[in-house]
C-alpha cells in the first residue's frame, strides 16, 4: 500500500513557486545592473545566466522606474544585453555549525579553497539586533590577554570597542594577540578589503595555530566586489549570533569598518546616492549602527566586539571614526608616536576609554587604574620640559612623583607579541605600583 504523508506534500506545495519570474538584462553601467521584467524586492538575491551560461549571483538594491537594479556578487565578465535574469525568492544567509571552526570563508560564508559548501542552520544576513530589553546587562570582564587593555581599559564581556589607528600602526597584531589570548568559546574574524597578501600574515603570524582552533576567518580582500567585501561584514556578523544563540561567549573582530565603509560608499555613489563628507553617502552612515548594534549581549550569550577603524592621515576625527565611536563602548587609540618609539602595543591609554570599565571593574582596581592615567597625564604634560633638561626636581611635587614612576608605567604598558600576561597577574601588578 502507498502512503503518503500529506502535511510533507502541503510544505512542498506551499514553498513552490508557481509564479515564473524570469527577466532580462538591460543595461550595465559601472558596478551596476539593471533587469527589466522582473519582480523582486530589495536584498533578494538573483541569479544572471551569462552568455555561457554560467551563474552569476546579484543582490537588488533598488529600483529605477520599472526596472531592478542589481549588484554582482560574483565578476561582470560574460554579461551581456540580454542575458536572462532569474529571482531566487530568497536573501544571503550563511550555513552554521561547529564545523565551522578552523575554517576561512569567503565573504559570502563558503570555505575558501574547497569545493563543497557546508551544511548548517541557515542564519540570515540581515537580521535585526537583538530587542534592547531582553539584552543581558554587561557586568562581567571579558579578559582580553594585553596588559594595557586588561588593567587600563576594562573590557567587559558583551561590550563593543573600536580600536583607532592610522596605517601600520598594530591594529592587526593587537587583534590577533587578543584572539589567542582573550578568554572566548569561539573567535569569529572579519577581514574587510585587506590585502590578499595579508590575509595570510595575519593567519599563520598573528593568530597561529592556537588561536586558528577556535577561531573562524571570514575574508573579502580589496580586489572582491564591493558588495562582497559589505557582506563579509554580515556574514561574520551572522556566525557570531549563530553561536551567541548556542549560549556561547563569542569574541567578533573586524578588521577593518573604514573599509566596510568604503564598499558601503561604493555602492551608494553607484546607484546615484548623493555624496555627504568625504563623498561618503548617508547609506554609510545608516548602514554602521545597523552592523554594529547586532553584536553584543542577547538574553542567551555575548558577542564582544572589537571593530577597527583605519584613521586616514592619523586625522582621529574624520566622518568614519567620529561616527563609530559614537556608536560603540569604548574606543582603543593607537598611536604613532608611541610605535615609533618601539612602544608596542602602541595603546595610548590617555586618548582612549572603555565606558564600562567603571561597571565590571572592583574598587582597588579601578583606584590603581587612575592613579596611573593621572601620573601619565601629568608626565605627559611636562614631557618636553622633562626631557629639554628644562625641569627642576623639587619644583613640584606632583611632576617629580610623575618622573619616578613614569618607568615602571611605561614598562607595564608594554607587551611582547608573544608575552602573555592573565588577567588578575596583570591587575595585581597595577596594584602593586602603588602599594
Ligand atoms: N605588540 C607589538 N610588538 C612588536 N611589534 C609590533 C606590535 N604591534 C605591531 N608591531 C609592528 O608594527 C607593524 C605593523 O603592525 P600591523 O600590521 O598590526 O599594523 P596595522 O595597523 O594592522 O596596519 P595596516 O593599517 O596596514 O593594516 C608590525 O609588522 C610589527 O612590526
Ligand atoms: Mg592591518
Do not use: W
Not at 598573528?206 to 564591493?226: Q, R
Not at 569574541?251 to 568604503?262: G, N, Q, W, Y
Not at 550569550?301 to 584613521?311: D, K, P
Amino acid at each position: 500500500m502507498i502512503s503518503l504523508d500529506f502535511e510533507a506534500l502541503i510544505e512542498t506545495v506551499e514553498e513552490c513557486n508557481t509564479l515564473y519570474n524570469e527577466g532580462i538584462v538591460s543595461k550595465i553601467i559601472g558596478l551596476t545592473i539593471e533587469a527589466e521584467g522582473i519582480r523582486a524586492f530589495v536584498g533578494e538575491v538573483c541569479k544572471i545566466y551569462n552568455e555561457s551560461n554560467k551563474v552569476i549571483e546579484c543582490e537588488v538594491v533598488g529600483f529605477k522606474e520599472k526596472n531592478v537594479i542589481l549588484m554582482p556578487l560574483g565578476e561582470l565578465v560574460g554579461i551581456s544585453p540580454g542575458c536572462s535574469v532569474l529571482p531566487t525568492g530568497k536573501q544571503l544567509s550563511v550555513a552554521c555549525s561547529e564545523k565551522l571552526f578552523g575554517k576561512v570563508l569567503d565573504g559570502l560564508g563558503k570555505p575558501l579553497g574547497e569545493v563543497k559548501a557546508l551544511d548548517g542552520i541557515m542564519y540570515n544576513m540581515n537580521s535585526s539586533p537583538p530587542d534592547p530589553l531582553k539584552r543581558r546587562r554587561i557586568d562581567s570582564i571579558m579578559p582580553t590577554g594585553v596588559r594595557a587593555i586588561d588593567g587600563f581599559l576594562t573590557c567587559g564581556e558583551g561590550q563593543r570597542i573600536g580600536i583607532f589607528a592610522g596605517s601600520g600602526v598594530g591594529k592587526s597584531t593587537t587583534l590577533g594577540m587578543i584572539a589567542r589570548e582573550a578568554k572566548a568559546d569561539v573567535n569569529v574574524i572579519a577581514l574587510i578589503g585587506e590585502r590578499g597578501r595579508e590575509v595570510r600574515d595575519f593567519i599563520e603570524k598573528d593568530l597561529g595555530e592556537e588561536g586558528m582552533k577556535k577561531s573562524i576567518v571570514v575574508c573579502a580582500t580589496s580586489d572582491k566586489p564591493a558588495l562582497v567585501r559589505i557582506k563579509g561584514a554580515f556574514t561574520a556578523t551572522a556566525i557570531a549570533e549563530y553561536f551567541r544563540d548556542q549560549g556561547k561567549k563569542v569574541i567578533l573582530m573586524m578588521d577593518s569598518v573604514t573599509r566596510f565603509a568604503m564598499a558601503q560608499r561604493e555602492v551608494g555613489l553607484a546607484i546615484g546616492e548623493p555624496p555627504a563628507t568625504k563623498g561618503y553617502t548617508p547609506s554609510v552612515f545608516a548602514m554602521l549602527p545597523k552592523l554594529m548594534e547586532r553584536s553584543g549581549m542577547s538574553d542567551k550569550g555575548s558577542i564582544t566586539a572589537f571593530y577597527t577603524v583605519l584613521v586616514d592621515g592619523d586625522d582621529f576625527n574624520e566622518p568614519i571614526a567620529d561616527a563609530v565611536r559614537g556608536i560603540l563602548d569604548g574606543h582603543i587609540v593607537l598611536s604613532r608616536e608611541l610605535a615609533s618609539k618601539n612602544h608596542y602595543p602602541a595603546i595610548d591609554v590617555l586618548a582612549s576609554i572603555s565606558r564600562l570599565m567603571s561597571e565590571v571593574a572592583d574598587g582597588e582596581h579601578k583606584k590603581a587604574a587612575g592613579i596611573a592615567r593621572e601620573l601619565l597625564a601629568t608626565y605627559k604634560n611636562s614631557e618636553d620640559l622633562i626631557n629639554l633638561g628644562a625641569y627642576a626636581r623639587g619644583s613640584n611635587k606632583k611632576i617629580d612623583i610623575a618622573i619616578n614612576y613614569h618607568e615602571n608605567i611605561v614598562n607595564y604598558l608594554k607587551q611582547g607579541i608573544d608575552e602573555k600576561s592573565e588577567f588578575q597577574e596583570s591587575v595585581n601588578a597595577l596594584e602593586k605600583m602603588f602599594n
